[in-house]
């Protein structure tokens, strides 16, 4: 049941490498969603994104825009509900950065809370490439260009959302009333932990779960999962606070009820590492194989997938035309009409 025909939902990932569990339940079971509730829906490459700390690795962003795109289709992305597009292909958006470019100060950007991380785990330092900095302002021009005002995103996100509102209000003071407020949306998971128990499950930290791992990779990476260090006997009593295994099953497992059964039983002592382990791989399975099926079928057809950004990015163009004509009204580089 579409419930809106005014809100327009985007989102979008850097093509940077393959998408894993993080994802799944931190943005793309919400989009996924939100593709059944809304008229116009968005979906991004965000290669140019991408590309502003992997300028020297130009294979890499090209190889993952197609992987990216595979993950969310293979999860359900829809195209004939979701307009899937590539950022590079619309020039609109790189023209409205170095607009915004203008009402955002450096100084506000280097404390911009996801960029300072980003450039921590990055080890930048003073030597961040400009592009990397500033792009909050790209991000906002990627939601606007298409009037969007929807945005599911993982909580990592939520610094770059609201730097793209302070935008839309210097935005309209200046030049009039043009662009809306945007909200973010943020998943009821919006942060993994790694299978290593680190608080986020990343690429670069090697804790992840891919969503085409193959069974015996989710069942290695699940029994390496970190549990609680002090059950050492499966009759110790256990800790499931901070324990990855029932961190999962939590949200994974559709029997709650069982779950905490289990939960008591892991903290009386009783029930050992490997028999709750064996049951997230199967609960994990459970997710992951119809998603592995669909992919490696998606894969077979790569003519399928170019079709669907062709369309998808042609359509867009024509969205970008006309937001791109309002703006230089506003700013008056309207010059020959
Ligand atoms: N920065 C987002 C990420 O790292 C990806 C992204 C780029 C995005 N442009 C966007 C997300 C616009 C939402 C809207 O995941």
Known sequence: MKTSNENIVLTGDRPTGKLHLGHFVG???????????????FYM???????TDNADNPEKVRNNAFEVVLDNLAVGLDPEKTT????????????????????????????????????KQKGFGENVPAGFLVYPVSQAAD???C?????????????VIEQANEIVVKFNSIYGETFRKIQP??????????IDGNAKMGKSLG?????????????KKVMMMYTDPKHIHKSDPGNVKGNVVFTYLDIFDPNKDEVKTLKKQYEAGGLGDVEIKKRLVGVLEEVISPIRDRRRELAKKP??????????????????????GKVRRQIKIDYFG
């Not at 943005?27 to 829906?41: K, P, T, V």
């Not at 009037?147 to 610094?159: A, K, M, R, T």
């Open 45 to 51: 490459v965000a290669d140019i994104q991408a590309l």
């Open 147 to 159: 009037n969007s005002n929807i945005i599911p995103v993982g909580e990592d996100q939520l610094p």
């Open 207 to 219: 804790n992840a779960i891919y969503l085409d791992d193959p069974k015996e990779d989710v069942e």
């Open 27 to 41: 943005s793309i079971q919400n989009r996924i969603a939100l593709q059944n509730q809304y008229d116009q829906c």
């Open 185 to 194: 949306m943020i998943s009821a998971t919006p942060r993994l932990i790694g």
């Open 84 to 119: 899937c597009f590539i950022q590079s292909q619309i020039s609109e958006i790189a023209e409205l950065t170095v607009l915004f470019l203008n009402l955002v100060t450096l100084a506000r950007l280097r404390r911009n809370p996801t960029v300072k991380d980003e450039m």
């Open 303 to 324: 003519k399928l997938i170019e079709e669907i950004l062709f369309e998808g990015t042609k359509k867009t163009r024509q969205v970008a035309k006309e937001t791109m």
């Open 143 to 145: 939601i606007l260009f």
